[in-house]
């Protein structure tokens, strides 16, 4: 079982960035794909960003296109999320998720789950 950590949330303004860190546990998370999810208050769990197990193919949210940029480090068995241009419409608990669907744009298609990190963008 992969157990996930991320890090690097926080408090920025609009307009800033911020990078978060998705840690796994296993040599194996070159296994798996990865995914980047956020859940804003009263609000169901949205996807964000998706990364192939090579990190060769990624895929991202109409509405973080252009902003957000996702990689991984699989010698590092971490994944990250790099933020530009943050909005005070970003602002939710960003989740990482690993697993083996390559499609990956549903909360469904992923097996492991992080326990989330608090992004908050101020006007």
């Known amino acids: 079982q992969v157990q996930l950590v991320e890090s690097g949330g926080g408090l920025v303004q609009a307009g800033g960035s911020l990078r978060l860190s998705c840690a796994a546990s296993?040599?194996?998370?070159?296994?798996?794909?990865m995914g980047w999810f956020r859940q804003a208050p009263g609000k169901e769990r949205e996807f964000v960003a998706r990364i192939s197990r090579s990190g060769g193919s990624t895929y991202y949210a109409d509405s973080v296109k252009g902003r957000f940029t996702i990689s991984r480090d699989n010698a590092k068995n971490t994944g990250y999320l790099q933020m530009n241009s943050l909005e005070p419409d970003d602002t939710a608990v960003y989740y990482c998720?690993?697993?083996?669907?390559?499609?990956?744009?549903?909360?469904?298609?992923?097996?492991?789950w992080g326990q989330g990190t608090q992004v908050t963008v101020s006007s």
């Open positions: 296993e040599r194996t998370f070159s296994n798996y794909h």
């Open positions: 998720a690993a697993g083996f669907s390559p499609s990956g744009i549903t909360r469904y298609e992923y097996r492991y």
